[in-house]
């Protein structure tokens, strides 16, 4: 038995593959601390209220509507009107529910846009996708059907104090060639929590519309909802922009739906993707946020209970790191949303792979920081010097880790 190309390419090990199969083990494994998934965190009050909601649900028989029918291939009409109507009115957007399309989960969106801009085309040619500013998520960097789909640029990085650091676009040296097809951001930053700048993001914006290529922001932990982020931002969109949402950082990972939001063409496109590979998306997360936007729910639990919760851990987390690793043996990047926390190894005499699997040994799982440089086309010494952290267990699991972490640094120095 032999698989075609398509299959050689998506059956082969990645980062992806790596950290969901860590994931699974360490779930597996009694005692192992889970730094390294992306799973967010079950907030007490957060599943207090979707417990409740369910059971209303289910009592009113909605529950058992969204189960037991299909939806159109742009996901719940109901929702795209509910979610239209709350940008127009919160933030001004000129939009309508012709401007949503649903998916099984972002990783499918992505999927979706960056074999839509990108790739082979009718004449032969080929576009790229550029992240400007890596890292970046690694779950990006196999969602392409050909090789080579990714460029990146490296960042600026601004030292800052308290053994903090921060990622920059480095305009001037981004490598924005004619076979550029989509520039794609997040913001806030899986891995590094990283937010880009307003300007930086108003930039970027005139870069893709002067090229005549649309900006893809995925904005799976920004705001308006769910509000993981703690700097000064004002979301952006436009009919060049494509904004890419999700639920799962509500609390609802395994509803698996993602949002986007993009010119009426764009949706119309992944709406006749949608119908050709999934048929339709998934009904319950939609009728989850249908009705927390009808109950005035979505944004004021984004704003009250999941920001502060986040704040509160990430604060906690940082102060942990510092009683076992100082400065000069660990720099953060400053925390300004997302789940994760980034570290930087400056220096450390080995890579973060080796540190990986000496934690991995000890029952500790990180992600070391190379995976998250897809399309970085030159060597560089920083892209194994860094890993990242989840920051959602508790705060007695998150000290142990830490522990075993600096023991693992000062051996590494002793050795």
């Known amino acids: 038995m032999s698989f075609s190309q398509f299959g050689d ?16 083990e360490g779930l597996r494994t009694p005692g192992t601390i889970m730094l390294g998934g992306g799973n967010p965190a079950q907030i007490p009050a957060m599943s207090d209220y979707f417990h409740q909601l369910l059971q209303q649900m ?14 159109g291939p742009r996901g719940k009409t109901v929702l795209l009107e509910e979610l239209a109507t709350l940008l127009r009115t919160t933030l001004g957007w000129q939009i309508s529910a012709q401007n949503i399309a649903l ?9 979706y846009l960056f074999n839509l801009f990108a790739g082979r085309r009718a004449d032969g040619s080929k576009k790229r996708v550029l992240f400007p500013l890596a890292p970046e998520y690694l779950g990006y960097a196999d969602a392409g059907l050909d090789e080579g789909l990714f460029v990146s640029a490296k960042p600026n990085i601004e030292l800052l104090p308290e053994g903090q650091f921060k990622y920059h676009v480095d305009f001037d040296h981004l490598p924005m060639t004619e076979d550029v097809g989509l520039i794609c951001v997040s913001r806030p930053t899986n891995p590094t929590g990283n937010v880009i700048t307003d300007a930086e993001l108003i930039q970027l914006d005139a870069l893709a519309q002067q090229h005549e290529v649309p900006l893809l922001i995925d904005n799976a932990y920004g705001v308006p909802f769910p509000g993981i982020i703690f700097s000064e931002a004002r979301p952006l969109w436009n009919p060049n922009i494509i904004l890419c949402m999700s639920l799962s950082k509500l609390g609802l990972p395994g509803s698996r739906c993602g949002i986007i939001i993009a010119d009426e063409k764009t949706i119309g496109a992944i709406s006749n ?13 939609p009728a989850i946020a249908c009705e927390m936007i009808q109950r005035g729910d979505l944004l004021r639990l984004s704003e009250e209970v999941i920001k502060p919760f986040y704040q509160e851990k990430v604060t906690r987390t940082i102060e942990i790191i510092r009683r076992y690793l100082p400065e000069d043996r660990c720099l953060i990047h400053k925390p300004e949303g997302a789940i994760f926390l980034w570290l930087w ?8 792979e080796a540190l990986y699997h000496r934690l991995k040994a000890r029952g500790v799982l990180m992600v070391p920081g190379h995976f998250f440089f897809p399309g970085l086309e030159q060597a560089w010494p920083h892209t194994h010097q860094c890993m990242r952290m989840n920051y959602v267990p508790d705060a007695d699991k998150i000290e142990r880790a830490v522990q075993i972490l600096a023991e693992e640094i000062e051996e590494a120095w002793r050795a």
């Open 103 to 111: 998916t099984n989960g972002s990783q499918s969106a992505f999927f």
């Open 273 to 285: 993707m949608n119908g050709i590979i999934s048929l339709a998306p998934g009904s319950i997360g």
């Open 345 to 352: 190894f400056r220096d450390l005499p080995i890579s973060t």
């Open 9 to 24: 390419k998506f059956t082969q090990h990645s980062g992806i593959s790596r950290l969901m199969e860590d994931m699974g």
């Open 58 to 71: 289910h009592t009113e028989g909605k529950l058992t509507d969204a189960l037991c029918n299909y939806d």
